[in-house]
């Protein structure tokens, strides 16, 4: 057969170019259907971007607070949107642009547990590791003792018991150099809620822990462990836990207060140079963009960490009969049909910002923005952006 359709092609050569030009077009005729539903499902998925995109600009016109939002959507390897809307600084009037810099708030946790994951891969810590073998200063803690001894997983899990703040006055204030001296004064203003490995508990402090038994389990700063073993090798070029000097023009201002009360943009700016013991918890700065490199190691997509540790990471490890949010390390799971998210919020004084990516679809989404109150819900927003992507074939 092939060698009769050669023939006849060979034929149809011989005639005039008018004959050539049809046989092309029948060819073309044959793909047809192929190029249009290929064309069809970009045009959906450009359409359902196209929707997002004008929904936040209706966003920050009604927020009506002259701040601004800056998002990037991925799938798989590929950051395939990214745009920035409203103000920076307004009073200077600066737009927002795919380089501003906000801060990512509790999404910092997402990073510290990688990191633990690295270490554990690396044979520094074991999961299961009590705390106290590398930081014993955690026997200050208030109600320490042997029967509520913590582990690294327990930490990153927050079922460690320990509540959410520590009960010392300016525990998050002061320089980022001081972070570990606030951590270690905290300790005994800590309390327990629950017994270690019986419930859910967010504990803030209990992160800023856990990134300080890494540091002494890795005898390195915990903020050059970060930088080191995370933001350089996937290219995060504009995420930081010290802002350069270089770099503050481009940090979106925050707006803090409320829409009754004076916008406060001074406990933003004095929280640059440092947020006290909020660092392994709450301190990095970051964009859109650079989350979303974060997002594709989190898919596996840069091997920083095996497909066994990622998957552990992402695995639920809330206690039996605890019904509290799903939790695995370092991130939010949202595991009911048809949704198979992996997520995490952070919020600042002057900024929110949420990541969350679909591990069936490999769709994910960043959004920050630097105001802190007003009609947007990133937290829907981004849950109906999945939604719809994935719903597409």
């Keep these: 057969m092939y060698s009769i359709n050669l023939f006849l092609f060979m034929k149809t050569l011989t005639f005039c170019g008018k004959s050539i030009t049809l046989l092309l077009l029948a060819l073309i005729g044959l793909f047809n259907p192929i190029l249009s539903t290929a064309q069809k499902q970009r ?10 995109q004008r929904q936040l600009e209706i966003d920050v016109r009604d927020d009506n607070i ?71 200063e955690i026997n200050k803690l208030e109600g320490y003792s042997d029967s509520t001894k913590i582990t690294f997983a327990q930490l990153a899990s927050h079922t460690s018991g320990l509540i959410r703040e520590p009960k010392l006055q300016g525990a998050d204030e002061g ?16 309390s327990f809620a629950s017994r270690p490995g019986e419930s859910f508990n967010y504990s803030n402090i209990g992160y800023a822990i856990l990134g300080l ?13 970060v930088e080191q073993k995370i933001f350089k090798p996937l290219n995060m070029n504009n995420t930081f836990f010290i802002l350069p000097e270089k770099k503050r023009a481009f940090l979106a ?26 660092v392994p918890n709450g301190g990095i700065f970051s964009t859109p963009n650079d ?21 552990l990471m992402q695995a639920p490890k809330n206690p039996p ?9 370092g991130v939010g799971l949202f595991q ?45 927003r981004t849950l109906f952006l999945l939604r719809k992507l994935k719903s597409l074939k």
């Design 253 to 278: 201002k925050g707006l803090d207060g409320g829409p009754l009360g004076k916008i406060n943009t001074e406990v933003p700016l004095t929280e640059i140079d440092g947020r006290g013991y909020k």
């Design 175 to 190: 320089p980022i150099a001081e972070w570990e001296n606030k951590v270690i004064a905290s300790l005994p203003m800590t």
């Design 43 to 52: 045009e959906t998925i450009q359409s359902v971007i196209n929707d997002f």
């Design 321 to 329: 009969n605890d019904h509290n949010d799903r939790y695995g390390f």
């Design 291 to 311: 989350l979303a490199k974060f997002i594709m190691c989190n898919m596996s997509y840069f091997p920083l960490l095996k497909s066994e540790s990622i998957n």
């Design 66 to 136: 002259n701040g601004s939002i800056s998002a990037a959507i991925l799938k798989d390897n590929k950051i395939i949107w990214s745009k920035a809307f409203g103000y920076t600084d307004s009073d200077n009037k600066i737009m927002a642009d795919t380089s501003s810099i906000y801060r990512v708030g509790s999404i910092t946790k997402s990073f510290t547990a990688f990191l633990m994951m690295e270490l554990v891969e690396e044979g520094k810590i074991k999961l299961n590791d009590p705390i106290e073998l590398y930081f014993p």
């Design 213 to 225: 038994a890494l540091s002494r389990a890795a005898h390195e700063p915990y903020v050059e462990l």
């Design 336 to 380: 009911e049909a048809p949704f198979n998210i992996v997520e995490h919020a952070g919020g600042v004084s002057g900024y929110i910002s949420k990541f969350s990516f679909d591990k069936d679809s490999h769709y994910g989404v960043v959004v920050m923005r630097n105001y802190m109150w007003g009609v947007t819900d990133i937290n829907l």
